[in-house]
């Protein structure tokens, strides 16, 4: 094989300023092809070891600078990341699948913003004080790095949730070990590759590549990393919380969504219907946020139905890298079959499958043919006890049912383990603000979906994660605050 791993991208670890080879490597497929295309350290406590290391050696000199020194060299990291956006782009795409437009515009772009959002929000944020006169005492608080920040991204936006965990635990003053999914790890390599040059000293960000249950799971039982930020799913995350329970770690857990959409019947579906397609099959439905429970009032059911399935089969399904295409290919050949399997499901419960999966047939390129593609697929009449309306499906598959009354839909909305978002479509202001409120949901869109002010907390309820993130949040997370008492 090693002529053939010639022609292969081979990926190295990234510790203290340098790329450093591994001993044993993984095989990471390109999905649209099916073929493998890269080689991905299978990194284990060594390599961890060494980058944990490293980021406790950097920590005093890097959380010692001020806040304005950080902010200058995020500032510089983001123009090298934009300035590079096209490559970027181009292998975020051929690396997880997404199409090109949706790097290009939303992953890399989000990316860039990443750094610059935190490079400007670290310099805003003020500490507290209170004064006793009676006692003689004046009270204040102050805030620190925490040391070394453990950051766990997933594969479905590779780059860009893990630069929103990067930027901010940087952004404070502490140092970092992130492992990105072994199943995308090109664009982190890309990005370790512009750190010196933004000026990010050696051994502040390092990364380690390799699989959750070996490098993830030393990142997590390491006694000198206190923090664990993790962004994948929940079986993974209660692991999490069980491995750093004896060392006490503080966590940020980001996990997934079974996220309802409810359309009333005065919903405008002029902008419901395209932005519910987004909500739904947007970055082949692989979003934590992605809308796979439609709850479409009685009146305008049937209506709904028919427009939202002639809209859906319009979709092009195809070779990611043809700006043309909407839906790029599924992250494995494994996450596929999951996928699939959950449209059997359905099919067998008596569900009805209007378009998609195993209803029209899929034509792709010749050099596509043995990629991991789907079609979207809408599913109707599904139980809400079925497992496709109770577990996440991440993948472009999404279950239309009626309902009939307010009272209702709220409790059916809030009937599975999960709480991320939901999104509510009607054009009374009351009946959205009641419905809001009562969902149990950290995230609630109303006419809309994915707008997001990265000032504002983000995060789950119930199943769906621990903590919050947000120029606040994220602070309050990778800091460590201290009340200090003066009597004068």
Known sequence: ?????????VLENFIAGKFVPCSSYLDSYNPSTGEVYCRVPDSG???????????????PVWSSKSPLERSQILNKLADLIEHDLEAFAQAESKDQGKTITFARTVDIPRAVYNFRFFASSILHHTTECTEMATMGCVHYTSRAPVGVAGLISPWNLPLYLLTWKIAPAIACGNTVVAKPSEMTSVTAWMMCKLLEKAGVPQGVVNVVFGRGAKAGEALVCHPDVPLISFTGSTLTAQRITERSAPHC???SLEL?????AIIFDDADLTQCIPTTLRSSFANQGEICLCTSRIFVQRGIYSEFLKRFVAEAKKWKVGNPSDPTVDVGALISKEHLEKVRSYVKKAQAEGARVLCGEGVDSLALPPDNQKGYFMLPTVIAEV????????????????CVVAFDTEEEVIERANSVKYGLAATVWSSNV?????????????????????????NLPFGGMKASGIGREGAKDSYEFFTEVKTITIKH
């Open 45 to 59: 406590k060594e390599e961890v070891e060494a980058a944990v290391k490293a980021a406790k050696a950097a920590f």
């Open 383 to 398: 139980k809400d006890e079925s497992c496709c309306m109770q577990e996440e499906i991440f993948g472009p598959v999404t």
């Open 1 to 9: 094989t090693m002529a053939h791993s010639k022609t292969l991208l």
């Open 256 to 260: 997934g969504g079974k996220n309802p």
């Open 430 to 454: 009351g009946c959205v603000h009641r419905v809001a409120q009562r969902l149990q949901s950290g995230l609630v869109w109303t006419n809309c979906w994915l707008v997001r002010d990265l």
């Open 249 to 251: 770690k503080r966590l």
